[in-house]
């Protein structure tokens, strides 16, 4: 019953179409059209958050990078020398 069913379900969808929207298409928000109204409405920055922006301190830099790499060679260095011993093959 409920294969006979879902067989003369999808049998009739296979035939079937959708019939064509006759709608003028999706409504797209653009903000080029309302880019006034948008900033009319945000608050004066006062000065910029220059985050990402240099100059940097080369050594802070140099620091950082060696840092990440160390602790990410070191954890995985650790994880495959935990499972060498726990399996056997180092001693």
Do not use: C
Not at 1 to 14: F, L, V
Not at 66 to 78: D, H, I, K, Q, R
């Amino acid at each position: 019953m409920i294969a006979n069913n879902t067989m003369r379900t999808a049998a009739t969808r296979m035939g079937t179409r959708r019939a064509m929207s006759d709608a003028t298409g999706p409504k797209m928000h653009k903000a080029k059209d309302a880019w006034k109204q948008i900033n009319a409405t945000r608050p004066v920055d006062p000065h910029p958050h220059n985050v990402f922006h240099p100059p940097y301190n080369k050594a802070t830099v140099a620091a950082g990078v060696l840092t990440v790499l160390s602790l990410g060679y070191g954890s995985m260095y650790y994880g495959m020398y935990h499972q060498q011993t726990k399996q056997g093959y180092w001693k």
